[in-house]
Each structure stands twice: as structure tokens, then as C-alpha cells.
């Protein structure tokens, strides 16, 4: 994941990425259902204080064991936390009840929604968004079956707007889908308002610009379905102009909802076509790789070599999808991406570098393809490009195979015979585990070690920053005129999070986030 900030977010994201994403998700929604249950109380949204309670309970279950008989069928790692995500968004979108016909018809929108992440699904990844497929099934039934409920989207209130705004924003500045949300609140926001001045127009009625305006921001689903729904990585194309491409698209149809027969194409409908369309965009024809020879690059630290069997473009800094069928994949299925080491200039040879820890069913099948055997890439996408203008003074920091994306951007710059002013300031967990140093050495720009050991015959130009942990005082130390430098970094959010005093004092911050597989 690519992140472009500025100094007031990085410490923002830094305060957050101490936190997994799915709990931080499971935090914000549990918390907004606890501020609808106080409301409730005082009267101030639809639902009753026992429907909502009891509602939960029945979409936790539903989706729970529905999740848990599909993991178990497939062999796969339970995962609770997606089963709660689901529910929570659920309840916010169905009309939570205590009638038994109508706990049923939340039961089936549960049942939907989870066993879409597995039926619906390609290459490992779900097409659709969960909740709002199983709302959609539940709306699409409920024309012949009424009893059972339907999509209500009880949580678009004043009430309600703020905390959704806050918690949303938190989400959205740590997944970098702001700017993505807020083109769809801005576009959905605006067709609504011309929707409901035509309509009011039509019928001869006189329109109130500022109460349209304050109904169509803060009395509608639109908050909760960009900050919470829209924003779901894996049902959103990786490119960001193809996000905002889907982005425009959910909110036009989100904001004038279209009538289909009996059905109105209302806002989880809004998202699936979305999720259509982002579909649509990634699938492209798959770049064969045959594997031509494997290397340790240190202890941990691996390196495949692939010949492409034909030309693929890629910027320096970019990253692959990598494809390794296997039997029983787990949770995360059979696709992996990892920052492309080689430059452009390198094809038709590929290298990628990884590290050896976690024994997931992706890095066991990768591990045993031979020398000779031939994988997929379904796709090449990021950000994690450096400045257009070559004068632009930078700051790279790698965190162990962080270093990937800068190996593959200096040897374009030694390819092409550019030069640039760049400091890297590596950090590693030993200093046996400095990989592709004589890719860095060869680009000639300086380089400041972190490592808790010395390490000996530093190359010219390398030096040795202590055994202190990095923190932002020592990377201040090491690199003194950071503040006149656009500053990238390759890591863990841990890291981002330890810097962020020192990483907001450039001019501008470019993240690309990695985790295990």
C-alpha cells in the first residue's frame, strides 16, 4: 500500500499503525454501535436499545458459524474478526427488529454475506463487498416476502454523522482512501442534492437550499458506506485513478438510485456494481515468469530470478502480483505482492526478494517451485514512484526487505546514467542483514546503517549509525537536512510510527506499507 502525506497525518498514522487493520475496523464499528445504543436510549435514532442488542447477537452468530463451517471446510485459519466486521455493518444497514420473521431475515443476509467471501470470490480475493451482498439478497427476497426486512440504513442520522465522520476518517487516513471516500461523499452528496431539487421542482414545491444541503450530508448512508464499505481494500482496484474511477461510479448511482423493475438501485446495490466495475478493471492477461535460479541474500533474506516470456511495463518502485496455485490455500488465498527489485531495464529478467518467517500455505507452495516451473503475475501497480523532478533532494528509509523498491529505483538510475540526491537510511535487525549491497553501492549515494551490531567493511560512503533502536532523534542526527527532502519509506506501520516526529518534518511523506504472507 502506497501513502502520500503530509506532517499533520504522519503522526495521525503513526498513532494508529500500532494497530492491526481488522481490529481497528472491529474497534471503530463496536464503538459506534455502543454510541447508537446510548442513543437509543435517549430516543435519537430509529431502533430500540433491545432490538439493536438482540439484532447483534443474531448477525454475530450468523456470520460466525457460517464463516466457521466455510474455514472448516476448506481448511482454513479462523478468523472471528471478519465474522464481526460483517455483522457490525450489517446491523447498521438492515432494520434490526425482535419479531422472529425478522430475525430470520437477518440471519439470511448473514448467512449471504459471509458465504459470499468464499463462493464469490476469484483467486482467493472476494468480488463483492459481504455486508452488501447479503443486504442486497435480503432486499431482492423481501419483494416476496416482506415479513422479512429489508436494507434501511438507519444508521445515516444526524446523530449518528459525527462519530461515523471521526472513526471513518481515522480508517480512511490509515488505508489512504480519503481522498478516494471523499470524491465519492463529494459526487454522491451532489447528485443527491440535484435529485432532490428536481424532484421538489417537479412537484411545484419551493426548494430549501441550506435544509437539502445539511439532509443530503448528514441524514444519509453516505458517511458510513464510503468510510466503511466503499474504503474494503480487497473489493477496490489497486490503481488510484481506477479507485476513483469506482468512486464516481457508486456515487452517482448511490445519490440518484435508479429503479430496475421492482428494485431500486439504493446504495448497497450502488457498491456492488462498484465492485463490479473494479472487478472489471484488474483483470488483465497474466505475465508468465519462469523461475531461473534462487539466492540468500543474507540468514533470512531470499531472492528468485524469473525470465518473463514477454514485456510487461513497470515504474521503478512498483510492485507485482504474484500467483502460486496450491491446494487448501489459507484465508488469503494464492496471490502475494511483492515490490519488484530489478529496473526496467533489467527485462526480461524479474527479481523479487522476500523473507523467510511465517509458514503460511503461500510460502510453503512458493518455496517448492523448481528452478524451471512457471508462475503468474496478474497485475503490476503503486504509487511508490520517486519525484518527476530529478532535483528533488530525498530521503529513502528501508526496514529490512523494505529495501526492495529503492534496489529496483537505484538501478534505474544507474541504468539510465541519472543522478539524484538521495540518502538511504537502512535499517536491519543484525549487520548480516544489509541485502543488495553492491546494487546500493553501484548507485554511489550515501547510506546510513541501523543495525544493533557494527558492521565491518562498510562500503565507501556507508556509515554506521550506533546500536541505538532508530527512533526520530537518531534519524534526525543521521540525516540533518531532512527537512528539505521528500522523504519515502518501506516498512512495517511500527516504523512509520516510530519516526513520525522526524518523518513530519519533510516536505512530503510517501509510504509503502508491507506485511507478512
Not at 44 to 71: F, K
Not at 306 to 318: K, Y
Not at 352 to 377: C, H, M, N, R
Request: with cysteine; proline share 7%.
Amino acid at each position: 500500500m502506497t501513502t502520500t502525506l503530509t506532517a499533520g497525518s504522519t503522526r495521525v498514522l503513526g498513532l494508529i499503525g500500532r494497530v492491526s487493520m481488522y481490529r481497528l475496523v472491529m474497534f471503530s464499528l463496536g464503538l459506534l454501535a455502543l454510541i447508537a445504543l446510548v442513543l437509543s436510549f435517549a430516543g435519537q435514532v430509529g431502533p430500540q436499545p433491545l432490538e439493536i442488542v438482540v439484532s447483534a447477537v443474531v448477525l454475530a452468530l450468523a456470520c460466525a458459524l457460517t464463516d466457521l463451517a466455510a474455514q472448516s471446510l476448506l481448511r482454513m485459519p479462523r478468523r472471528l474478526e471478519s465474522s464481526l466486521i460483517t455483522a457490525a455493518i450489517l446491523l447498521f444497514v438492515l432494520r434490526p427488529t425482535l419479531e422472529p420473521i425478522g430475525l430470520a431475515g437477518l440471519v439470511l443476509a448473514g448467512v449471504v454475506a459471509s458465504a459470499s467471501k468464499y463462493l464469490l470470490a476469484w483467486r482467493g480475493r472476494h468480488i463483492f463487498n459481504p455486508a452488501a451482498t447479503g443486504a442486497a439478497v435480503l432486499t431482492i427476497v423481501s419483494i416476496w416476502a416482506p415479513d422479512l426486512g429489508s436494507s434501511a440504513w438507519w444508521v445515516g442520522s444526524p446523530w449518528m454523522a459525527a462519530p461515523v465522520l471521526v472513526l471513518g476518517v481515522l480508517l480512511l487516513v490509515r488505508t489512504d482512501k480519503l481522498p478516494v471516500v471523499v470524491t465519492f461523499w463529494l459526487v454522491a452528496m451532489t447528485v443527491a442534492f440535484v435529485r432532490t431539487t428536481v424532484q421538489f421542482q417537479s412537484a411545484g414545491f419551493p426548494v430549501d437550499v441550506p435544509a437539502v444541503l445539511l439532509q443530503v450530508a448528514f441524514s444519509s448512508p453516505f458517511l458510513f458506506l464510503g468510510a466503511f464499505m466503499l474504503s474494503e481494500p480487497l473489493t477496490l482496484p489497486p490503481r488510484r485513478a481506477q479507485q476513483y474511477v469506482v468512486a464516481v461510479v457508486v456515487g452517482v448511482l448511490a445519490g440518484w438510485p435508479l429503479a430496475v423493475g421492482a428494485i431500486t438501485l439504493g446504495q448497497e446495490r450502488a457498491l456492488l456494481i462498484g465492485n463490479l466495475v473494479a472487478f472489471l478493471l484488474c483483470l488483465r492477461a497474466a505475465v508468465r515468469l519462469r523461475v531461473e535460479r534462487r539466492r540468500d541474500l543474507t540468514p533470512t533474506v531470499r531472492e528468485l530470478t524469473f525470465h518473463a516470456a514477454r514485456p510487461f511495463s513497470f515504474s521503478p518502485g512498483q510492485y507485482l502480483e504474484l500467483d502460486v496455485p496450491h491446494r487448501r490455500p489459507d484465508g488469503r488465498g494464492t496471490r502475494r505482492e511483492f515490490s519488484i527489485a530489478s529496473a526496467p531495464e533489467d527485462l526480461p529478467e524479474v527479481r523479487i526478494a522476500f523473507k523467510d518467517g511465517s509458514q503460511s500455505s503461500y510460502k510453503k507452495a512458493l518455496a517448492a517451485v523448481e528452478p524451471g516451473g512457471t508462475l503468474a503475475v496478474t497485475g503490476v501497480w503503486g504509487d511508490f514512484v520517486l519525484p518527476a523532478r530529478p532535483t528533488a533532494p530525498v530521503l529513502m528509509v528501508a526496514a529490512g526487505i523494505g529495501v526492495t523498491p529503492f534496489v529496483s529505483q537505484l538501478r534505474h538510475l544507474a541504468a539510465t546514467g541519472q543522478r539524484r540526491d538521495a540518502v538511504l537510511a537502512y535499517v536491519v535487525s543484525g549487520s548480516d542483514e544489509l541485502a543488495f549491497r553492491d546494487d546500493i553501492v553501484a548507485s554511489g549515494i550515501p547510506v546510513v546503517v541501523f543495525s544493533p551490531d557494527e558492521p565491518v567493511d562498510l562500503p565507501t560512503g556507508w556509515v554506521w549509525a550506533g546500536p541505538d533502536r532508530v527512533d526520530a532523534e537518531g534519524l534526525l542526527r543521521a540525516v540533518p537536512d531532512l527537512a528539505q527532502r521528500a522523504a519515502y519509506v518501506s516498512g512495517p506501520p511500527r516504523l512509520i510510527a516510530a519516526l513520525a516526529p522526524a518523518l513530519g518534518k519533510a516536505k512530503s511523506l510517501t509510504t509503502d506499507a508491507f506485511a507478512g504472507y
